[in-house]
């Protein structure tokens, strides 16, 4: 008796479909909430990387407007680089500009003076693309790192985080070079 019972109890069990749908659920959600923070997390990321390029893009372009530029002029640029970053301004960005000369015989770019977060020392060589390799001109070299770190950090650690970099090149657009301190165009 206690046997049939048994078993009429799971076989109604088996034909209910009523708690199928609760199942299904519970196994569906978590997938879904990962696959909508990770969403998200990848969407934030590809905002931030494209404000890091703006941002190289701006420092070069604010810089090459100028005949000669000065350290309250970097102040304003990166502020305005900030302003870009915004509300994405959590970490630290670090920016870069330089001006390079490419030599007329050997068509090394070399720094001729920078200003940031990381400068390079002057005379330093600098590898440029073949296209800007024109001998006797100048480049404003806009370099730009920022370390993202994601709101939620479900998916990445938050501890971690990655580095964006960009970088950019432009040419003076008011003069033969843009002046900072004592340098000289000619060489």
């Not at 879904?32 to 590809?46: D, L, P, Y």
């Not at 100028?66 to 670090?94: E, Q, R, W």
């Not at 200003?115 to 002057?122: D, I, N, T, Y």
Request: charged fraction near 15%; proline fraction near 5%; charge should be positive.
């Amino acid at each position: 008796m206690i046997k049939r019972f048994a078993l009429g109890k799971i076989r109604r069990f088996v034909r209910d479909g009523r708690a199928s749908v609760a199942v299904e659920f519970a196994g569906i959600v978590p997938l879904m909430f990962v696959m909508f923070f990770g969403t998200v997390e990848f969407s934030s990321a590809v905002a931030v990387n494209r404000k890091v390029t703006l941002v190289a893009r701006n420092m070069s372009d604010l810089t090459s407007q100028s005949t000669t530029v000065t350290d309250n002029d970097f102040v304003n640029f990166t502020a305005t680089s900030k302003a870009i970053m915004t509300p994405y301004s959590g970490t630290p960005l670090n920016t870069t500009v330089s001006e390079l000369y490419v030599d007329p015989t050997t068509l090394n770019a070399k720094v001729k003076w920078s200003k940031g977060s990381a400068p390079l020392g002057v005379d330093t060589t600098v590898a440029i693309p073949t296209a800007l390799k024109i001998g006797g001109t100048y480049l404003i070299y806009a370099q730009v790192d920022y370390k993202y770190t994601p709101a939620v950090g479900y998916l990445m650690d938050k501890t971690i985080g990655v580095t964006l970099k960009d970088f950019t090149y432009t040419r003076p657009r008011q003069s033969l070079c843009v002046l900072y301190g004592s340098t000289v165009c000619p060489t």
